[in-house]
């Protein structure tokens, strides 16, 4: 996937949401772009993702297929996220994207989310993170968990 292929391909409501913030329309596309090849990198550089399935490029194209299948929207929430800030290190903002990655599956699988839900996830399986949100949930609502 080249830079003119991902700039067709880029939903629409990311780059509504990129125009409304005040980025030009011209610049929209490699905005996009830059932010997808740094999480390519991201994980290139603390996983083995580059020696298992070939290169970066293949990565960046698989990381793009996430964002187009959640149609931009997180994957465990369904909450839209905050485009805008994309391209900055914005930890508090609650739903700047982020890219999950489940390494449990027989095929590496990343799923678009926002920055603070993946860092509450972490290094954890999804049952492991699906029991402790259940706990939580159980005890916050009066429950023994």
């Known amino acids: 996937m080249d ?9 629409v409501g ?3 949401r ?3 913030s005040g980025l030009a329309e011209a610049t929209v596309p490699q905005k996009y772009y830059d932010w997808l090849d740094g999480r390519a990198k991201d ?3 603390r996983t083995e993702d580059y020696l298992a399935f070939g290169s970066k490029a293949i990565v960046r194209s698989w990381l793009h ?3 187009i299948k959640a149609e931009g929207r997180c994957y465990y929430t369904g909450r839209e996220l905050e485009w805008e800030h994309i391209g900055t290190k914005n930890w508090d903002t609650i739903t700047a994207p982020s890219i999950d990655h ?3 599956s027989s095929q590496l699988e990343y799923r678009l989310t926002y920055i603070r839900l993946n860092r509450s996830k972490q290094d954890m399986t999804l049952d492991e993170w699906y029991a402790l949100t259940d706990t ?3 005890f916050r609502s009066g429950k023994t968990p």
């Open 3 to 11: 830079f003119s292929t991902i700039t067709e391909l880029i939903p």
């Open 14 to 16: 990311i780059t509504t």
């Open 18 to 20: 990129l125009i409304q």
């Open 43 to 45: 994980y290139a550089d």
């Open 65 to 67: 297929r996430s964002v």
């Open 102 to 104: 489940d390494r449990e």
């Open 136 to 138: 939580v949930k159980k």
